[in-house]
């Protein structure tokens, strides 16, 4: 595939990951059924709150071209940390978890090898 067909590839990558983690952390944060699903969890509120907000502004972040490193690696660690605490607890339902670490990683590492080029 020439070059420039990968990167649009991994431009629509990028974009169809941050709509999609943005609108499913807006249910997350908004939505009633959502705040009571997470009650059951045992965890404050709070962290229902402070988790769908960080994945909110890296959502954001992430399609962003001077932003999208910083938001990408930012996409990572919050999927990482919350598929931990999935796996503590004994929920083993991290494989969408998994797809949005590996599309991010793509996403991240094509960026820094363009901006090493450039450099």
């Given at each position: ?111 820094r090898?363009?901006?090493?080029q450039?450099?």
């Amino acid at each position: 595939m020439p070059e420039s067909r990968v990167s649009r590839a991994i431009l629509g990558l990028q974009w169809t990951l941050g709509i999609v983690v943005l609108a499913e952390s807006l249910r997350f944060v908004l939505s009633a059924s959502a705040a009571h699903a997470f009650a059951r969890t045992g965890l404050p509120g709070g962290v229902r709150i402070a988790l769908g907000g960080a994945e909110i502004l890296a959502a954001l972040l992430f399609p962003i071209p001077r932003t999208a490193i910083r938001g990408g690696v930012f996409l990572v660690a919050i999927f990482v940390l919350t598929g931990l605490v999935h796996l503590v607890r004994g929920w083993w339902d991290v494989e969408g978890l998994v797809v949005y670490v590996a599309a991010a990683l793509v996403v991240v590492v094509q960026k820094r090898e363009l901006a090493g080029q450039t450099r």
